[in-house]
């Protein structure tokens, strides 16, 4: 007979979850598997078949959209988006057998706070990608990526900025009525609904 687990509010019934650090509010959806040691926040929404990995930390109102796997050593900011089918490496160099690696060797990934990764986009291992910035779908993130930048292709480069909103910003001032200026490489908010 198989063995019963324990009925979990916003946990569908055909999903996996080992960690016991789930956040309130959270659902995580069919065939979704949380594993043991992952940390996932309130509020969240894991959809169907996504993986988490032990050692993985998700923020609060944090979206994992169908099918993404997310790998040890990433850490997801809160109100992050991830597309479906998004995808994230942990190891530049993976091999199998005799020469595989262990977590201590993996190279950590960080999404920042609010920031949108498009469906089928790649981000590999080592790089962050700053708050509130936007990869576009089916782009491949070979470095950092600043904040509230808009990247898109393979290897991933800027073409332009979004707001907070998610609206692209032509000029420093966005529609939503907040502003920006130049920080670095990307941009900070200097006015506006916070």
Same mark, same amino acid.
């Given at each position: 007979?198989?063995? @019963?687990?324990?009925?979990?509010?916003?946990?569908?019934? +055909?999903?996996?979850?080992?960690?016991? #650090?789930?956040?309130?509010?959270? *659902?995580?959806?069919?065939?979704?598997?949380?594993?043991? &040691?992952?940390?996932?926040?309130?509020?969240?929404? +894991?959809?169907?078949?996504?993986?988490?990995?032990?050692?993985?930390?998700?923020?609060? $109102?944090?979206?994992?959209?169908?099918?993404?796997?997310?790998? $040890?050593?990433?850490?997801?900011? $809160?109100? #992050?988006?991830?597309? !479906?089918?998004?995808?994230?490496?942990? $190891?530049? *160099?993976? *091999?199998?057998?005799?020469?595989?690696?262990?977590?201590?060797?993996? #190279?950590?990934?960080?999404?920042?706070?609010?920031?949108?990764?498009?469906?089928?986009?790649?981000?590999?291992?080592?790089?962050?990608? &700053?708050?509130?910035?936007?990869?576009?779908?089916?782009?491949?993130?070979?470095?950092?990526? !600043? !904040?509230?930048?808009?990247?898109?292709?393979?290897?991933? @480069? !800027?073409?332009?900025?979004?707001?907070?909103?998610?609206?692209?910003?032509?000029? +420093?001032?966005?529609?939503?009525? @907040?502003?920006? *200026?130049?920080?670095?490489?990307? +941009?900070?908010?200097?006015?506006?609904? @916070?």
């Amino acid at each position: 007979m198989a063995a @019963r687990r324990k009925k979990r509010d916003g946990v569908h019934p +055909l999903a996996v979850v080992e960690s016991d #650090a789930i956040g309130p509010g959270t *659902r995580v959806w069919a065939f979704a598997h949380v594993m043991k &040691g992952a940390r996932v926040g309130a509020r969240c929404n +894991l959809g169907e078949g996504v993986f988490v990995e032990g050692g993985v930390v998700v923020g609060d $109102d944090v979206t994992i959209k169908n099918g993404v796997a997310v790998y $040890d050593r990433v850490t997801i900011e $809160d109100q #992050a988006f991830i597309g !479906p089918h998004a995808v994230f490496t942990n $190891d530049r *160099r993976p *091999r199998s057998g005799p020469f595989k690696r262990g977590p201590a060797q993996f #190279a950590p990934t960080r999404i920042g706070r609010g920031a949108t990764i498009g469906a089928n986009a790649t981000v590999v291992c080592g790089h962050t990608v &700053g708050a509130y910035a936007m990869v576009g779908a089916g782009a491949v993130v070979t470095r950092d990526v !600043p !904040p509230h930048a808009l990247v898109v292709g393979v290897p991933a @480069r !800027p073409v332009g900025f979004v707001c907070a909103c998610g609206d692209d910003l032509r000029r +420093l001032r966005c529609r939503c009525g @907040r502003g920006y *200026r130049r920080q670095g490489a990307g +941009l900070t908010q200097v006015s506006g609904p @916070r």
